[in-house]
């Protein structure tokens, strides 16, 4: 599967932003989805993820309450509605795709998108 992050920008802080990203060359309904964050200098960290019907989600502690991930399985698309933002919320933003194959998980990445939010 390839995956295409969009929506990356510079925003204030207690702005919002959302991120797209579109999936092609399988079955997008088979992965399950998640968002990833790397800011400079630290770890690549997770962010939240959705299974493959949407009916389940999970968020980063850090991120609870400010971010919603969905997905439209007809779209091939999976969102990140980013509220609240803060600074600390500055970091490139990668999405991947999971599968699950003979009991082992193969992940599809995306390119990544910039957020930068300003104090």
């Known amino acids: 599967v390839q995956l295409q992050a969009s929506g990356g920008g510079s925003v204030q802080a207690g702005g919002s932003l959302r991120l797209s990203c579109a999936a092609s060359g399988r079955t997008f309904s088979n992965y399950a989805m998640k968002w990833f964050r790397q800011a400079p200098g630290k770890e690549r960290e997770f962010v939240a993820s959705?299974?493959?019907?949407?009916?389940?989600?999970n968020y980063a502690d850090s991120v609870k309450g400010r971010f919603t991930i969905s997905r439209d399985n007809a779209k091939n698309t999976v969102w990140l509605q980013m509220n609240s933002l803060k600074p600390e919320d500055t970091a490139v933003y990668y999405c991947?795709?999971?599968?699950?194959?003979?009991?082992?998980?193969?992940?599809?990445w995306g390119q990544g998108t910039q957020v930068t939010v300003s104090s």
């Open positions: 991947a795709a999971d599968r699950i194959y003979q009991g082992s998980t193969i992940r599809y």
């Open positions: 959705i299974s493959w019907s949407g009916g389940s989600t």
